[in-house]
């Protein structure tokens, strides 16, 4: 297997268009390219992870069991709220946790994982393009289309594991590369032991499915390059390592919850894969237009790309690229249960195939994709500001004193709209500005998000608001998982009682340890007397259909009342005897 270099790598030749193809391009892309990437990474990643509250129900889940772990010491067992919580491994939690060690229990503490997450998939995005075609004009365009996809994009400054998942799963593929590409034992041998420290970090972050995906892509493309034997000698390699790696916490979690196994390997791979009654089930096809939906602001590319990957399908790098792409979207689609982030790790070869296909075409003068896939944005850009026009004059999403989150949506329509005027007007000089507009939609959306959003999904923030009156109550209730969350991660105190809700929680409420936190509608008026004979109790409640206001009309009057969308928070004073 040997890598390709450019035709005129080094020279220095125009093409009949003004675009450079050599010289001063390769050597200001040589030099510049991933301090660029990082600087944007920063600015448009980094710099808004404080900007808004977090989401429920994934972002305060993930904020509390992650400070719980901090909280208990207990870095082997996951609780969600003092809970066994068995639905997913430890290590994907242990990155969140160190985050919030580190940076504090804040909103930065909380996100800055799945941002470094996606910020190292950038690098492995650069590198492995780099490896394949020694042309720095590819690595920087696969890093940057990689970077401004919609989904990973909006995954990097959101807290839940799935960009961790991508990460370990881009990097096992990438250290695949490799191993096959490399020309002596010594470097083999380190990527075939880096594959397997990549298995096993994704199987403690998500399950099984990170030993699956790189053997799902290996298998047919060693078939295909005649060189089973060599996947079957250093396999080993990355085999043990992976064991050596993921086996103390496997035995030490079945030392200290010998159930743990049983659940997680039959609820959340066997029931979720094919079970009929398997969460978000969706039909076969559901990934399809989802994947030209993730490729935003470049969905335009996605044709030519692939119709140039499969006329290159003989090519080694292109073969495997594709066989990474195409395998586990496939492996995906079959699932009963499905989630949008589920083919991200299929979103790094896409990127790198368009990258490919974009430079080629570039370097050939030809422009006509870019200036479809400008105006397709541009479409995109001016409806949803006509959109967001019309609304605010016939129904109002905005209020008054909401003029600084309107400008800052308005600033990133404009942005997008301006971001894909460029390359429509000269696109073989700015190809790349859509980039920006995916960018600040990132950075400037969540935060001028309408109020009625906010107060609905980020009850975190309306809770920081009463945190110090929370803080005196000697016990917390709460009617959902999501508020409940936020309440114990904003206080630090997991043991939030649980108000006609178990949802997930389910399965850890049916500990005996455990099964006293759940509180019925029945008996909410008695756990109400007897808790507010030790003190003051502090209710969080989200109100928004029938039963909950039934559930509401069941606590007692008096006290403090504060109500914020669907939020209501009670303070209520001890009774005296």
């Not at 997913?88 to 996100?111: E, S, T």
Request: aromatic share 12%; net charge positive; proline share 6%.
């Amino acid at each position: 297997m040997h890598r390709t270099s450019p035709p005129q790598a080094y020279g220095s030749s125009t093409t009949s268009s003004g675009y450079t193809v050599g010289g001063s391009t390769y050597g200001i892309l040589q030099r510049w390219a991933l301090p660029l990437l990082l600087l944007a990474f920063g600015l448009f990643y980094l710099l808004p992870l404080t900007a808004h509250g977090l989401w429920i129900p994934d972002e305060t889940r993930y904020a509390q069991i992650s400070q719980e772990m901090l909280l208990r010491g207990d870095w082997v067992s996951p609780h969600f709220m003092g809970i066994r919580y068995f639905e997913k491994p430890i290590a994907g939690y242990w990155m969140i946790a160190i985050g919030q060690a580190v940076f504090g229990d804040n909103l930065f503490g909380v996100r800055v994982a799945s941002a470094v997450s996606t910020g190292l998939s950038v690098i492995l995005a650069f590198l492995i393009t780099r490896r394949m075609w020694n042309d720095p004009r590819k690595s920087f365009a696969a890093a940057l289309l990689y970077m401004s996809f919609g989904l990973i994009a909006g995954q990097a400054g959101y807290s839940n594991l799935d960009p961790q998942f991508t990460l370990w799963v881009n990097l096992s593929l990438v250290a695949l590369w490799f191993a096959l590409d490399a020309r002596s034992t010594r470097p083999r041998l380190l990527a075939w032991a880096l594959l397997g420290a990549a298995c096993a970090m994704g199987f403690m972050t998500k399950g099984f499915l990170a030993w699956l995906l790189p053997v799902l892509i290996a298998l047919p493309y060693m078939l295909w390059q005649r060189r089973l034997g060599e996947l079957l000698r250093y396999g080993l390699v990355a085999v043990a390592v992976a064991i050596l790696i993921s086996l103390p916490w496997v035995l030490s979690i079945h030392a200290h919850e010998p159930d743990f196994w049983r659940f997680f390997f039959w609820h959340e791979h066997i029931r979720r894969f094919a079970a009929e009654n398997a969460q978000h089930t969706r039909p076969w096809w559901f990934y399809l237009p989802l994947l030209a939906a993730s490729s935003l602001p470049w969905a335009a590319l996605l044709p030519g790309t692939m119709i140039q990957a499969w006329k290159d399908k003989r090519q080694a790098a292109s073969g495997f690229l594709l066989l990474w792409m195409l395998l586990p979207l496939v492996f995906f689609s079959l699932s009963r249960g499905k989630l949008p982030t589920y083919i991200m790790p299929c979103l790094l070869p896409l990127a790198i195939l368009m990258a490919h296909a974009l430079i080629e075409r570039i370097g050939a003068g030809k422009t006509r994709e870019i200036r479809l896939n400008s105006l397709l944005n541009l479409l995109i850009g001016v409806g949803a500001l006509v959109t967001l026009v019309v609304l605010q004059i016939t129904r109002p999403i905005y209020g008054h004193d909401e003029m600084l989150s309107l400008s800052l949506v308005f600033i990133m329509l404009m942005g997008w709209i301006i971001a894909n005027l460029l390359p429509a007007s000269k696109p073989l000089h700015y190809w790349a500005a859509p980039a920006l507009g995916i960018w600040l939609l990132v950075a400037l959306l969540p935060a001028g998000m309408p109020a009625m959003i906010v107060h609905r999904e980020m009850p975190d923030q309306f809770i920081k608001e009463h945190v110090e009156e929370l803080k005196q109550a000697k016990t917390l209730l709460s009617n959902d998982l999501g508020a409940a969350s936020a309440l114990a991660w904003r206080l630090q105190r997991p043991e939030v009682a649980l108000y006609n809700t178990e949802s997930e929680l389910k399965y850890g409420l049916t500990y005996p340890d455990s099964i006293q936190r759940k509180v019925s509608m029945e008996n909410v008026g008695q756990w109400m007397s007897e808790a507010r004979k030790q003190g003051s109790v502090g209710v969080v409640m989200r109100v928004k259909d029938v039963v909950e206001n039934q559930e509401l009309a069941l606590l007692p009057l008096g006290g403090k009342r504060y109500v914020q969308g669907n939020i209501v928070i009670l303070i209520l004073p001890q009774l005296q005897p």
